[in-house]
C-alpha cells in the first residue's frame, strides 16, 4: 500500500486591506514508523525539502530541512507543529548566512 499524500496550501494577507502577504503550497508524505517528507514551495521563490517526525498520540510534527532552493540567504529552516484541542501552534526558525537559528515566525491558531 503506498504512503499517504496530503495536498497543503497556506495563505496570508494584511487584515485590514486583505492585500495578500505570503503564499505556500507542496505535500506532505507522513510514514507508518513516524516519519514524514514535506515539500514546500512559497511564493517568494523559495522551495523547502524537510524531514521530520509526527507523534499522533502527542499531535505534534517536528521538521528540519533538508534543503533550502532558490535562497541566496537562507540556510536552514526547522518547522514545529502541534495540536491542543482546538488550537493549532507552530513556529519556524530560520538561519541565514549572516544568523544562526532563530525564531522567523510563530502562530496560534484557533478553529472557530
Avoid: C
Amino acid at each position: 500500500m503506498p504512503n499517504p499524500v496530503i495536498a497543503y496550501t497556506q495563505k496570508t494577507w494584511k487584515l485590514a486591506s486583505g492585500e495578500p502577504m505570503h503564499a505556500e503550497s507542496g505535500y506532505w508524505r507522513p510514514k507508518m514508523d513516524g516519519s514524514i517528507e514535506v515539500i514546500i514551495a512559497q511564493s517568494t521563490g523559495l522551495a523547502e525539502v524537510q524531514k521530520g517526525t509526527y507523534d499522533a498520540e502527542k499531535k505534534i510534527v517536528k521538521l528540519q530541512s533538508e534543503l533550502v532552493g532558490n535562497a541566496s540567504k537562507v540556510k536552514e529552516i526547522t518547522r514545529v507543529f502541534e495540536l491542543n484541542g482546538s488550537e493549532l501552534r507552530y513556529v519556524i526558525e530560520m538561519a541565514t548566512t549572516t544568523n544562526d537559528l532563530q525564531p522567523h515566525l510563530r502562530a496560534m491558531l484557533k478553529k472557530i
